[in-house]
């Protein structure tokens, strides 16, 4: 397991944008992949994007063209840049990542991760 600390979650109008951080201080080289994942209360967790540590950069159709996944390895941080919300995009987002290297792009699949964060609610009103 990795400490993953998510944070920039707030409330926003449609339209607006916000980005999240997730600090990994723990990630290690090793750790190729890293992703983001939102949940609405009473519905299936489900992948918004993913980082392989070689740039390789994969999204969920949903936010193709309005998110923006990005990493900062002096920081040690992933981001999430949302664009253009939506209230569809409303949920509890987390990051996560998964053991050893991965070969090929990172998959946007919750069952690939193992080490989660607490999560970062992120409301957009209409």
């Known amino acids: 397991q990795v400490q993953l600390v998510e944070s920039g979650g707030g409330s926003v109008q449609a339209g607006g944008s916000l980005r999240l951080s997730c600090a990994a201080p723990?990630?290690?080289?090793?750790?190729?992949?890293m992703g983001w994942f939102r949940q609405v209360v009473g519905k299936e967790r489900e992948g918004v994007g993913s980082f392989h540590s070689d740039g390789t950069i994969s999204y969920a159709d949903s936010v193709k063209g309005r998110f923006t996944i990005s990493k900062d390895n002096a920081k040690a941080t992933l981001y999430l840049q949302m664009n253009r919300l939506g209230p569809e995009d409303t949920a509890l987002y987390y990051c996560?990542?998964?053991?050893?290297?991965?070969?090929?792009?990172?998959?946007?699949?919750?069952?690939?991760?193992?080490?989660w964060g607490q999560g970062t609610q992120v409301t957009v009103s209409s």
């Open positions: 996560a990542t998964m053991s050893g290297w991965y070969f090929g792009k990172c998959p946007v699949d919750v069952n690939a991760y193992n080490s």
């Open positions: 723990g990630v290690t080289y090793r750790m190729s992949c």
